[in-house]
């Protein structure tokens, strides 16, 4: 009978921490992977556009949405350095998707776009098949940060023809199509999935540029990987730095070791004009992002110290999102923003034939942004069920399993006890439990108590409902201390003699 409950129980605890424990185990917390190289230099790059002509068709939002601004920010650089040379500066337009452009980043855009004469900003219903595309200047280069299908991308090639058509088609894909694999990081050639609709884009604009009338035009693909900074339209980590700054904890899938590619908005700007009227980026395909990876406790760890240098524990929960298929939510705060698993993406490829090279850390750029955050009106926001609703889940499930074991466990140790003191007095009739056995329960519960802390890293279980918080519960570090301590880890001498 014992036996079948502790089997039943067990298999009930492993369901719930199966994913805790990963063989992800082996990757560091953080881990930093640098190659040699020569960076090409500003100069370089703004000394091949010196003279050119860029149309930039910039989207209104998402992880891309900040492109425009962080483009437009170095090309201005890039023009002062060639004002200091003599040379022609780099002339270019922007195409913008409507969007409120009383809101970052592009209110900010509009504002570096009163600094220079060279910039020019067109609606993007410019892009509309009755507009008059006459009305606008013949382009060398297109900055494709809009196309969603193979209407886009023939509404921007369609309305350049008159006026001649561009030597580059640049086109901002995304790594999001990469299928999960076991050898990381990911190269250019790993799989795809095709039912991606950037993937569909891509084959779209390789089959508009089979063309006649456009096969002169190069592609070039580039592939970025969740892209951070302080203008971001994105933010992939304020469901990280909010939680932390709340004093809330983090749910993390699986053990949390697991690794993810963070790219800075200024290192994705520079890698694509670094590919701009370069021809060894012609017809070519590039991931855009970093070497340097960080595990998702890693992330949580660098906010802790950000928020609190003097903290000496950070605050985990861990779960298992395919245990959680139905949860869905538009706002950005409430589901975790990566991969169950590692997903990282190796830039090698743009680092031995552009010559360039990531100049931005995560690790030297968290702090920075939990500043901006803590000064932000989002900081100021009361988070409640739109986004914390699957963090209480995740909790409630967790302390109800623990509890019913608590339970079931302290029944079982009471029987044990009972039994004990019943064959001490020498009644008969009643079920023998070896010392053995006894022996074997309070090591399990031990282990229960050591497990508790691993998973909820000995976080307060009174803080951790934000609308209902949890008051009271059996506690398993209770038990251990009230009853079953002079249990624990005993030597076997101390039941006494069969």
């Given amino acids: 009978m014992y036996l079948g409950i502790l089997s039943v129980l067990l298999v009930l605890l492993g369901r719930e921490i199966s994913g805790f424990r990963s063989l992800l185990k082996a990757f560091p917390s953080q881990r930093i992977v640098t190659r040699s190289g020569l960076a090409m230099t500003s100069h370089e790059v703004s000394t091949r556009l010196s003279g050119k002509k860029l149309l930039i068709v910039q989207n209104k939002g998402g992880g891309h949405g900040s492109l425009g601004y962080y483009l437009t920010e170095n090309l201005l650089k890039y023009n002062e350095e060639l004002k200091v040379s003599s040379k022609p500066p780099v002339h270019f337009t922007i195409w913008q998707e409507k969007t409120n452009f009383q809101k970052s980043p592009f209110k900010e855009t509009i504002e570096l776009q009163s600094k220079s004469s060279n910039i020019f900003s067109i609606d993007s219903s410019a892009l509309n098949p009755d507009s008059k595309p006459d009305s606008v200047d013949s382009f060398d280069f297109v900055i494709d940060n809009w196309s969603k299908s193979a209407q886009n991308v023939s509404q921007i090639l369609d309305s350049r023809r008159s006026k001649g058509i561009p030597s580059q088609y640049v086109f901002i894909s995304s790594a999001g199509m990469y299928q999960q694999e076991e050898l990381y990081p990911l190269t250019e050639v790993a799989k795809v999935k095709d039912s991606n609709d950037v993937r569909k884009t891509e084959l779209a604009i390789l089959d508009q540029l089979k063309r006649p009338e456009l096969s002169s035009i190069k592609y070039t693909f580039l592939r970025p990987q969740y892209l951070y900074g302080s203008k971001s339209s994105k933010n992939y980590l304020s469901y990280f730095i909010g939680r932390v700054v709340r004093d809330r904890p983090v749910p993390v899938p699986l053990s949390g070791d697991q690794l993810v590619c963070l790219t800075h908005q200024q290192d994705a700007a520079s890698f694509i004009l670094a590919a701009i009227g370069n021809p ?15 595990s998702y406790k890693g992330i949580v760890e660098l906010i802790h110290k950000a928020v609190n240098p003097d903290a000496t524990k950070t605050k985990f929960v861990h779960y298992d999102p395919l245990h959680y298929p139905n949860w869905k939510s538009s706002n950005s705060n409430a589901l975790f923003p990566f991969r169950r698993d590692t997903f990282i993406t190796s830039v090698s490829k743009g680092v031995e034939l552009l010559h360039w090279k ?3 850390s995560i690790q030297n750029e968290l702090p920075k942004l939990v500043k901006e955050y803590i000064q932000s009106e989002e900081s100021k926001k009361q988070w409640g069920d739109d986004e914390l609703k699957f963090d209480n889940e995740v909790l409630v499930v967790l302390i109800f399993t623990f509890s019913l074991i608590y339970l079931i466990f302290l029944f079982l140790l009471i029987h044990s006890f009972s039994q004990k003191l019943r064959f001490n007095r020498r009644e008969s009739g009643f079920f023998r439990i070896s010392r053995s056995f006894r022996y074997k329960i309070c090591n399990f519960v031990n282990y229960l108590v050591r497990l508790e802390r691993i998973i909820f890293d000995e976080i307060s279980f009174n803080n951790l ?7 009271s519960r059996i506690s398993l570090v209770g038990l251990y201390s009230t009853i079953s301590a002079p249990m624990i880890l005993p030597s076997k001498s101390a039941f006494g003699q069969r």
């Fill in 280 to 294: 060894k980026a012609q017809n070519q395909i590039f991931n855009l992002g970093t070497h340097r990876y960080i």
């Fill in 358 to 360: 990531p100049q931005y």
């Fill in 465 to 471: 409902l934000a609308t209902k918080p949890v008051t």
